[in-house]
């Protein structure tokens, strides 16, 4: 799936999902960062978006 997200007010994108998992894993987006994918009639949250729900949950890597 692709996705893009809005980053220091810059629209930024496509981006797979994986990408934006490693991103999530890194801390560089968070759960409130504004995303959108096909299929969304507007723009939302990642933690919106069932798919990375999940990620907002584990432990991020720098703190491991």
């Given at each position: ?6 980053r220091?007010?810059?629209?930024s994108?496509?981006?797979?999902d ?8 890194l ?12 299929g969304?009639?507007?723009?939302t ?20």
């Open positions: 799936m692709d996705i893009w997200i809005i220091d007010g810059e629209k994108g496509p981006l797979h994986y990408e934006i998992r490693s991103r999530i894993g801390g560089e987006l968070t759960a409130s960062s504004p995303a959108w994918h096909e969304l009639a507007e723009w949250t990642l933690s919106e978006i069932a798919l990375f729900r999940d990620e907002f949950t584990k432990t991020p890597r720098s703190e491991m």
